[in-house]
């Protein structure tokens, strides 16, 4: 009989784990982030000692973090050079944590899904980036055309973020997910901790967005300073009130945040 009972409790327990979503309360870091950066700590000390010539194992060693700004392809060429020469020179080793911002997403995300090494990633973006951008017997017209009919985009910078962002990593498109950078996250820590933003934008009208309210977003946890309070990412994109889902979506794939102006993603007050 008491088997019966713990087998019950732990069908109920399934069933609201599957329904129910943890909201923590201010901004506390992921364990797995903090596990995952507690296994970087011996690569990291290593290559810091590296750089600056110390044998000593009583001083206490600097935290490095690596960080990238938007800009679009220009920010994730920019970056993808920073990055080679980081790691031509053991600087990317010796890093904690690396952050990204629009633009500079369109680097560091197919690093992380598609174990890419940078030699490897600078032969795909030489290729994109030396095509025509403006083929446009390759536009995807009926894409375009249904964004227009649902007004989904209204601006001339989410057509041309979309065209763009399809050009650079349209062969990859799918596979970006933070699921993949978790699952990629278990297996080697070759990269820093990545860190992401994005801007939650609830409105058409610009004035009610002002001042921006910002997102944090690992590949883990997704934090809304606006609620001061902490979502597991894997929940990105579903409908939620009272810790429960109201409407329960797949996880957001990462091109949808960070890679089309229009697709920022809706944090509701509703938490």
């Known amino acids: 009989m008491n088997k019966f009972f713990v087998l019950i409790l732990a069908i109920i327990s399934n069933i609201n784990s599957i329904f129910c979503v943890t909201i923590t309360p201010g901004h506390k870091i992921s364990p797995k982030e903090t596990l995952y950066i507690k296994n970087r700590k011996p690569l990291t000390q290593a290559a810091i000692r590296n750089i600056i010539k110390i044998k000593e194992k009583n001083i206490k060693l600097p935290k490095i973090a690596l960080c990238f700004s938007g800009g ?142 910002w997102m944090e977003i690992s590949p883990y946890d997704t934090y809304a300073k606006i609620l001061d309070s902490t979502i597991s990412t894997k929940y990105l994109g579903n409908i939620f009130k009272n810790g429960s889902i109201k409407t329960k979506n797949p996880e957001l794939p990462c091109n949808n945040i960070f890679y089309q102006s229009n697709k920022r993603t809706n944090f509701k007050n509703e938490l």
Request: proline share 4%; charged share 20%.
């Open 72 to 213: 679009g392809y220009r920010s994730m060429i920019s970056c993808a050079g920073f990055l080679d020469a980081a790691e031509e020179k053991d600087l990317l080793p010796a890093a904690t944590c690396i952050t990204a911002l629009s633009g500079s997403t369109w680097l560091l995300i197919p690093l992380l899904t598609l174990n890419f090494t940078m030699e490897n990633f600078k032969q795909y973006l030489e290729k994109a980036v030396n095509n025509n951008f403006f083929d446009f017997n390759k536009l995807d017209t009926d894409t375009i055309y249904k964004s227009f009919k649902n007004k989904d985009q209204n601006k001339l910078i989410d057509f041309w973020g979309s065209i763009l962002s399809g050009h650079l990593l349209g062969d990859y498109d799918q596979k970006l997910t933070f699921k993949s950078i978790r699952k990629n996250l278990k297996s080697q820590n070759y990269y820093p901790f990545p860190i992401f933003s994005c801007v939650i934008a609830n409105s058409k009208d610009p004035k009610d967005n002002l001042p921006y309210n």
